[in-house]
């Protein structure tokens, strides 16, 4: 069976790019040869990338399309043929099906006969196809940022194409790319190997013919290669490892296509400055590996991932070089550290007026200002519910919180914001409380980093983003549709994860009620939307519940979060029982009769309906319901008060029989108006009893 | 040490660097500028790159640009930061396929033996808002070490471009440090005498400059006066565009009529052809002057800036200003070339 392998061959594309387009490419050709029918039954595929170049090697691939029977249905037979003999109608037909006049067929439809024929689809030989097709998914992979560079500007590119290599076994097939041709040959390391080309026999030599190249092409193992060589550095300094981190490792993969480890080391006396200061220049700045010891101290050693293995005279240039390098930056962020202590955080408010937090909402000054009235609010919300906090370090922390901005080191290593205040806060004697607001107050950034570990960074982080969050959305900077320029969801996320994830006792409306002005109704109605679309992220996407019971739950209130989560784990606990899957059913039929209803004129589209008299329940069915309903509602009412929810989950599954054997015995839309009107009132009183806790008219059934 | 001390004896001076990249660049076509006689904040700034990346002509061309980051001085004490650096800044229009050889080629042409180095192409996108300027590349990684920075030029002056640049930019400076391999920019030998022997280092040369420099940058500039001068340059600036604009790109309408206007002067004067005559007014139209004093702008806003005398509200409207004139420049010079072509 034959063996396909496409390479494409470009200038360095960015690290943080590749492996998603590795994994396009793969899905894509892989789609090509399914949709094409080359695909054998049997197959396999593999797909590689370096920062030089993306390939995918598909094995049991059909060297031809199978021929495919197309029935097709043409001209009326009576127009087809007169007298026996095929009018100008039948012979354009057949000619069009790819079959002699002969071969058309009569078939009976309802309309009377028609001509009919079987068309022979011969298959193409797959060289053909993939010829035709492949570079087309090779220009569609989706990248962050294009360029163009050729003149004309015929195609656009994440960076230049400089070869392609298209195999089918042993032939070149006929693709062709942003001028490039494609042949058999690849390139191999740029310095070890030079420009001279890497002949590709046979698909099954690509790994093999690269590696002789110095060139690892296979991603998984050359992670592998580099976390060993990690490994094996460290392991000359006793009792010391290398500091995890899977994203740098990531990067450092993508950076290099024959990775080795070099080991470093920095003065003793840097290890003075923070560690936090240390760790981002070595891990962003210069995409080096920390070192710790046993404590997970870090020790003065550092790893570097080189894209190379060099000759033994120059791996000590090269630990002589990057040590260079590391030194002159940790030089300047010890001088910068140094000059922002003349400066006390304390006296940095007063620099705030000058620094802009947005042009229409003014200064950083402004900004704190605003924290400051909303971090009291919600400080004295939560101390009323009997939360303990200590309210002076809170007030300290916030008023302090932005004044990091201005100092140098924030200014140099801006991914350290909040944690540079936050030390320069401890150092100046501020109090641990308030060094830990202020420290923490940018976390959680993304989903998975931990929220604030005490309650006033926690209460500082919820204020600075509502606070954000409400005054964009007044001036009508919401986030639209891929838009969001001032990453207010991510913001959102944030609250919706402190407010899930730490015992405060508050809901979102809670949180716009601490803002310092009051809301447009409008603007708090789009703000209450937008959270609920954050609580479903949450609730989907990172609690992994499923969509309709997020649905059903956040229909019944979207308000408090960890109430929703307590919901959706009770509804999702119980959805499985029967009885509640057949309540669901009902429910969903309740509200159809209630709309249609109300469609109908019968209701009125704003009354309100109820309560059910008991005069005029005539049928069993609607007399044992209407009193099952009654003795039930106080008693899940109180579960649900206690948030009992899967006990009172459970208690509306008993309603079950009585649900059933209404809709069973009972009709509700009959002609006598009292009748009927009296059991719209019933169903809609049982809906509006028992929906509380989730709309179970959202549930889908399995 | 005994490496780095033998990298250090053979290793080129910094003037002796300049001559060799000049020279590679040379052999391989291009044209060698001077650096521009006016401060600039980087060699792109330069007309050589700025003004010859529009339109389609296509250019190879290098020069070496000293660059002016008041901000960045520090009174010569920073044995890493300098108020002026040098560039080397090479453009190819359009750039060849093999331009990334072309460039280690380069590396090796002053002595970097390639193979006892790590070098990395880490992505890097290049942008200069004021001059509506971006394009992507990468940062060209040494040992750790930034020493380059390459770009494709997408836009300028807010124009697509088409062809495409090839921009290389090389810091001068951190190449020398690191192939001497000396902790501080002050300590690089600039030249050695061939007779003697005798080093004359980065410090004795430019020491002094770093230092007045920073003090004038930082202390001494008087604001008022900048502002002014920042204020006379744009006026001049904004009204030799509003001369041209109002002369070479009129309306539609107007342009018909002032068109039957000079024919009929012309035609009573007894003089040449129109089209002739406006050929030769749009050639002579000084829109390198006009980007002079855009140049002498930017210098004065990063001047200013440095003597924190620009508050942040203010920063975004000057900046914006300055980048209207830029802008307007390098579009009004592109429909200067284009009307010269047709």
């Not at chain 1, 060297?63 to 354009?92: I, L």
């Not at chain 1, 120059?314 to 040590?323: C, V």
């Not at chain 1, 109605?525 to 969509?547: C, I, P, Q, S």
């Not at chain 2, 050695?192 to 280092?201: A, M, N, S, Y």
Request: include cysteine.
């Amino acid at each position: 069976m034959p063996n396909l392998l496409f390479e494409a061959g470009l200038e360095e594309i960015p690290a943080r790019m590749i492996a998603a387009a590795e994994s396009e490419l793969r899905e894509r050709v892989l789609a090509l040869l399914g949709r094409e029918r080359l695909l054998a039954e049997e197959h396999e595929i593999r797909s590689y990338s370096t920062p030089r170049r993306l390939a995918v090697q598909v094995s049991g691939v059909l060297a031809r399309q199978p021929d495919a029977a197309q029935e097709m249905t043409g001209p009326a037979w009576s127009v087809a043929f007169r007298e026996g003999q095929p009018t100008p109608a039948a012979q354009a037909f057949a000619k069009k099906a790819g079959v002699a006049v002969e071969a058309l067929r009569k078939i009976p439809t309802p309309k009377g006969d028609y001509a009919g024929a079987t068309a022979v689809h011969r298959g193409r030989e797959a060289a053909a196809v993939l010829g035709d097709l492949l570079a087309p998914e090779l220009a569609a992979l989706y990248w962050p940022k294009n360029m163009y560079w050729r003149p004309g500007k015929p195609e656009r590119f994440v960076r230049p194409v400089r070869w392609l290599l298209a195999l089918l076994d042993h032939a070149i097939l006929p693709v062709e790319f942003a001028g490039v041709r494609a042949g058999n040959r690849t390139q191999g390391h740029r310095i070890l190997h030079g420009d001279a080309p890497v002949a590709i026999d046979h698909p099954d030599d690509y790994l093999g013919a690269l590696e002789a190249a110095s060139v690892t092409a296979d991603v998984a193992l050359r992670r592998h290669r580099i976390r060993k060589a990690l490994d094996l550095e460290t392991r000359s300094i006793p009792g010391a490892r290398w500091r995890e981190d899977a994203a740098l490792i990531e990067t450092v993969t993508h950076l290099t296509e024959w990775p080795s480890v070099v080991l470093g080391s920095f003065d003793r006396e840097y290890l003075e400055l923070p560690e936090e200061v240390l760790v981002t220049v070595m891990r962003d700045h210069q995409k080096y590996f920390a070192v710790e010891n046993a404590q997970g101290r870090l020790e003065p050693y550092f790893l570097a991932v080189l894209n190379t293995h060099p000759e033994e005279s120059g791996i000590d240039t090269i630990r002589h070089g990057n040590e260079r390098v590391l030194r002159a930056r940790f030089n300047d962020a010890r001088f910068f550290w140094r000059v922002d202590q003349k400066i006390s955080l304390e006296d940095r408010v007063d620099m705030l007026p000058s620094v802009t937090f947005h042009k229409e909402l003014g200064s950083y000054w402004d900004k704190t200002q605003a924290n400051l009235s909303t971090a009291e609010r919600i400080a004295d919300t939560i101390s009323k519910r009997g939360v303990s906090l200590d309210a002076q370090s809170l007030l300290t922390a916030t008023r302090l919180a932005k004044t990091d901005l201005t100092t140098e080191l924030v200014k140099e290593f801006t991914e350290l914001q909040g944690i540079i205040g936050g030390l320069y806060a401890r150092v100046q004697g501020l109090g641990e409380s308030a060094a830990q607001a202020i420290y923490w107050q940018y976390s959680p950034a993304a989903v998975d980093d931990p929220v604030p570990p005490t309650i006033e960074g926690q209460v500082l982080g919820l204020a600075d983003r509502i606070q954000t969050i409400a005054a964009m959305f007044a001036i009508g900077l919401e986030p639209t549709g891929s838009k969001d320029p001032f990453a207010l969801r991510r913001a959102a996320n944030a609250v919706v994860k402190i407010l899930a994830e730490t015992g405060l006792p508050l809901s979102v409306s809670d949180l716009l009620q601490a803002l310092p002005s009051a809301l447009e109704p409008a603007t708090r109605e789009k703000l209450l939307a937008f959270f609920r679309e954050r609580m479903e992220f949450w609730l989907r996407d990172v609690r992994g519940f499923a969509y309709d019971v997020v649905n059903a739950v956040l229909a019944a209130g979207a308000d408090d979060v960890r109430d929703a989560i307590a919901r959706a784990e009770a509804l999702t606990a119980v959805r499985g029982s029967e009885n509640l899957a057949a309540i669901a059913i009902a429910f969903k039929r309740s509200k159809n009769i209630l709309r249609q209803a109300r469609e109908k004129g019968i209701l009125n589209p704003g009354e309100e309906i109820g309560p059910a008299s008991t005069n005029l329940l005539h049928d069993p069915a609607e007399k044992s319901l209407y009193n099952e309903a009654r003795m039930l509602a106080p008693a899940v009412e109180e579960l649900r008060r206690r948030r009992e929810y899967r006990s009172a989950l459970e208690q509306i599954a008993t309603l079950r029989p009585h649900v059933d054997l209404f809709f069973d015995k009972v009709m509700v839309m009959v002609d006598d108006a009292h009748l009927r009107s009296n059991r719209l009132a019933l169903i809609g009183e049982v809906l509006n009893a028992f929906s509380s806790i989730a709309d179970f008219s959202e549930l889908v059934s399995a | 040490m005994t490496v780095s001390t033998r990298t250090t004896s053979s290793a080129l001076t910094f003037q002796e660097l300049l001559l060799r990249l000049q020279s590679f660049w040379a052999e391989q076509g291009c044209v060698l500028a001077q650096p521009y006689d006016l401060e600039v904040g980087a060699g792109t700034m330069s007309p050589d790159t700025f003004l010859r990346v529009l339109g389609p002509d296509p250019i190879a061309i290098a020069y070496t640009q000293p660059s002016r980051r008041p901000a960045d001085g520090r009174y010569g004490e920073n044995p890493n930061r300098l108020y002026k650096h040098t560039q080397l800044q090479v453009i190819l229009k359009p750039p060849p396929a093999d331009i990334q050889e072309i460039y280690l080629q380069s590396l090796e042409s002053i002595g970097i033996r390639l193979r006892e180095h790590d070098i990395k192409f880490e992505e890097d996108n290049w942008e200069w808002p004021v001059g509506g300027a971006w394009g992507v590349g990468w940062q060209v990684m040494l040992d750790g070490l930034e020493i380059t920075q390459f770009t494709y030029f997408q836009q300028c002056g807010g124009m697509d471009l088409d062809p495409i640049s090839g921009e290389i930019t090389y810091g001068l400076e951190r190449i020398t440090q690191f192939l001497q391999g000396t902790d501080s920019i002050y300590d690089i030998v600039w030249s050695r005498d061939p007779r003697t022997g005798r080093e004359v280092t980065y410090g004795e040369v430019r020491l002094q400059e770093e230092l007045q420099l920073s003090v004038y940058n930082f202390e001494a500039a008087d604001i008022g006066r900048l502002w002014e001068h920042l204020r006379l340059y744009e006026s001049e600036c904004q009204a030799l565009l509003d001369q041209f604009n109002t002369e070479f790109r009129p309306k539609a309408e107007k342009a018909a009529e002032r068109h039957e206007k000079i024919h009929e002067r012309l035609v009573h004067d007894g003089a040449g052809r129109p089209e002739e005559d406006r050929a030769i007014a749009l050639r002579r139209f000084p829109l390198l002057g006009a980007y002079e004093l855009c140049l002498k702008c930017s210098h004065l806003f990063n001047l200013l800036d440095a003597r924190g005398a620009i508050s942040v509200t203010e920063r975004v409207a000057v900046m914006a200003r300055i980048r209207n004139m830029v802008v307007g420049v390098a579009k009004a010079y592109a429909a200067q070339r284009r009307g010269l072509e047709a």
